[in-house]
């Protein structure tokens, strides 16, 4: 079937596709349609979405868009495709990944395979030792902003294939359905949210920023994830010239550095002399700084390195008031466990990895707060906080291994 159709897409790579859209779950865009309801009739929906793309009549429809609250009070827009969409979009992606992959900058770690976060915050700790100085980066709206004339350049760089150009440049021209329920039809930008987009942007700053790095600026290493980047200089002279060259690059390419935010950040540590006035940065949910830290011979010094941010603590504050356990009395402790394990785990693998001692008051709220949970579920430990923490001590005696952060050594305590 697939020689008669306009452009060689095989069932298989839809078929592909859609369970890696399942995998991912995902809200329902605007037609309301779960992934769940898709699958009611999974082989009809799948075949209609191969035909329109095999064929080139597939048009995307409108993106939801929603906003989702930002740790500064401002909104963050995402879009939201159809479950239908999410895998046309996951057809191009797989095909298209691969061959992007062999290209991409070895210290670009956003939304890649094999590459995380976290390896992007280790470079950064070992590149904050070596140098004195940090240009920490803000492009100014990214998503919103990328030039779509420029993008389908770099697109058309890897691949020829008329049915990807076809569709990636139909997905940045796709309407985006507002909340007053208004149209917009975008000139620029690339919604956040959709399974393409990621891609997309990696591969316009491939182009906007790392290759120009190498190009323009060689000797100055940098770690960038999506648009977060932080680049290390010798001096403070040579960081406020790369500003300024940044600033007019991200000009040539539609983009703007924010005035405000783009800081130049002195590492300082015991062996760095001089005062400056700005010494921390934020990359990635970690707060780099100076702090005290004691070597091997049990001496201390001051060390430049990362731990777990402000703005991270308040956000896993908040989700541990959104669970609202006290209220969760219907659960017995081992079901409370398998509840909150998977996200406590989750903390703990990323925020742990590097100066852990500062998560440890955030574990030792929730302790506190499962307190209060065993003082609502018990009568007898209704007025004995005390108590309730030493009824789960007892519990953490016999299984450590019960709540994930026990297992990582913070367990219930009635010392204050």
């Known amino acids: ?72 009070g401002r909104m963050r827009p995402l879009g939201i495709p159809t479950v239908a969409d999410r895998i046309a ?40 030792w070596k140098f004195d100085w940090v240009l920490d980066l803000d492009i100014k709206g990214f998503f919103d902003n990328i030039d779509h ?20 440049e139909r997905w940045l021209k796709a309407p985006i359905r507002l909340q007053d329920e208004t149209l917009k039809y975008p000139e620029k930008g690339t919604p956040q949210g959709g399974v393409i987009s990621p891609l997309l942007a990696n591969l316009f700053l491939h182009y906007a920023f790392d290759r120009w790095m190498d190009r323009i600026f060689p000797q100055i290493p940098f770690e960038r994830y999506a648009d977060d980047v932080v680049c290390h200089c010798t001096s403070q002279n040579q960081a406020e010239i790369l500003k300024r060259k940044l600033t007019d690059r991200m000009h040539e390419v539609g983009l703007e550095l924010h005035p405000d935010k783009t800081l130049i950040v ?19 949910g970690y707060t780099f700084r100076p702090r005290l830290s004691k070597n091997r011979a049990g001496k201390y010094f001051i060390n430049f390195s990362p731990a777990i941010s402000n703005k991270a603590k308040q956000k896993i504050l908040q989700v541990m008031r959104d669970w609202r356990l006290h209220h969760r009395t219907h659960l017995d402790v081992l079901n409370l466990a398998l509840k909150i ?44 906080e005390l108590r309730a923490l030493h009824w789960l001590g007892t519990i953490a005696h016999r299984d450590s291994n019960l709540f994930a952060h026990w297992t990582y050594g913070i367990k219930p305590s009635t010392g204050r």
């Open 1 to 72: 079937m697939n020689q008669i159709k306009s452009f060689c897409i095989s069932k298989n790579e839809v078929w592909l596709a859609y369970k890696q859209v399942k995998a991912n779950k995902g809200a329902a865009g605007l037609d309301g349609q779960t992934i769940k309801e898709f699958e009611q009739d999974l082989k009809g929906n799948l075949y209609k979405l191969w035909n329109r793309m095999s064929s080139g009549s597939y048009l995307p429809p409108p993106v939801l868009r929603v906003e989702i609250p930002k740790p500064d």
């Open 89 to 128: 979009q996951m057809v191009v992606k797989q095909r298209l990944e691969p061959g992007l992959e062999q290209h991409f900058h070895p210290d670009s770690y956003g939304y890649r395979p094999g590459k995380s976060a976290l390896d992007a915050v280790g470079k950064a700790r070992r590149c904050c």
């Open 149 to 168: 004339k420029l993008m389908m350049k770099a697109v058309r760089v890897h691949t020829s294939e008329r049915w990807m150009l076809l569709y990636i």
């Open 266 to 284: 002195y590492c300082k540590d015991s062996n760095r002399k001089g005062n400056f006035g700005k010494v921390s940065f934020d990359f990635l």
């Open 341 to 384: 394990n998977p996200v406590v785990r989750g903390w703990i693998n990323y925020y742990g990895r590097y100066y852990k001692s500062a998560l440890y008051p955030l574990l030792k709220h929730l302790n506190r707060k499962l307190a209060k949970w065993v003082k609502r579920k018990y009568k007898r430990f209704r007025y004995h």
